[in-house]
């Protein structure tokens, strides 16, 4: 089988050599295209491949149909709204994720964005400490979780919702479940999002959720972008002047953001949660393998577009 890896943003040369070594050490072809600036290049390339293994790179109806021989998509890493699913299931091709290869990279970005929140952006002056503050948690899956045992070590009381994960499971992680997302936002000082953007959750983090958070609260987030209702949480923070807003994923509002809330906001220049050695190593090991596995044995388990 020919599979090609497509990847504007390159995986680590270590994370390229893993891949070869699953791929031909199954007996299937590896072909790269790194680094590629025009989508007629990865037209070109799909052509006549039976596999197909991305990152970021978007995998369009366009892409689909060029690709005449493709049967299996995988997105190395847990979000997969850069592939038209439902195009691709119409079309038999199988869509997967690598969910869980970079939760702890993004639970541990979600620290470093609090501590430098807490601590006002190290701009000097006396800042706070999240020993005993609550934090909660909004979806609680591979990175709530991570995040919820990071923040043990941190002394904070943790709270969780998650609508499709049951309150035993969560209670026996150590993490007191609230019976929704309100009593999330009311009672926690800090609440980090790890929702997906799907049609339910985008524009969902709007003002009257967040207008229900404690005086001095903090809102993180390292999910996506489309969740939040940009407007409206600008407009509440400016009447709001004690609520802070750190995000791994650029608003559209971006510069009005950071001029209007200085001092109480700060994105990251590009999304950053997966962006280490290990994750990036994990995940695209991860893909080859069950891609390999989907090959050999016709395992879907990974499968988001059944």
């Known amino acids: 089988m020919k599979i090609l890896v497509a990847t504007e943003k390159p995986f680590a040369s270590k994370a390229v050599e893993g891949i070869k070594a699953e791929i031909e050490g199954a007996g299937n072809q590896l072909i790269l295209l790194e680094k590629y600036t025009e989508k007629a290049q990865l037209l070109e390339a799909v052509g006549n491949i039976d596999a197909l293994i991305v990152r970021s790179d978007k995998v369009t109806p366009e892409v689909l149909d060029a690709a005449k021989e493709l049967k299996i998509v995988v997105r190395a890493g847990a979000g997969y709204d850069n592939i038209d699913t439902a195009y691709a299931k119409e079309k ?66 943790i709270y969780a919702y998650d609508a499709f994960c049951p309150k035993e499971a969560i209670e026996a992680a150590g993490v007191h479940a609230v019976a929704n997302q309100e009593e999330l936002f009311t009672t926690c000082d800090v609440v980090s999002l790890h929702i997906p953007a799907t049609p339910e959750t985008k524009q969902s983090i709007n003002a009257a959720l967040v207008s229900k958070m404690k005086k001095n609260a903090i809102l993180v987030n390292t999910a996506r972008k489309e969740v939040i209702n940009e407007e409206e949480l600008l407009a509440l923070m400016q009447e709001r002047t004690d609520l802070k807003f750190v995000t791994d994923i650029k608003p559209d509002m971006d510069a009005e953001f950071a001029e209007k809330l200085e001092g109480r906001y700060f994105s990251t220049p590009k999304k950053m949660g997966a962006q280490t050695a290990e994750a990036n190593i994990n995940a695209g090991i991860a893909a080859a393998k069950q891609i390999n596995a989907f090959f050999k044995d016709g395992c879907t388990k990974f499968q988001v577009n059944k």
Do not use: D
């Open 92 to 157: 038999g091709v199988v869509v997967e994720n690598t969910p869980g290869q970079n939760s702890n990279a993004v639970a541990e970005l979600v620290f470093g964005l609090l501590v430098y929140a807490v601590r006002n952006f190290y701009n000097g002056k006396s800042g706070s400490e999240l020993m005993g503050k609550k934090l909660g948690i909004l979806a609680f899956g591979n990175v709530g979780r991570n995040v919820a045992r990071i923040a043990k070590g941190f002394g904070m009381e």
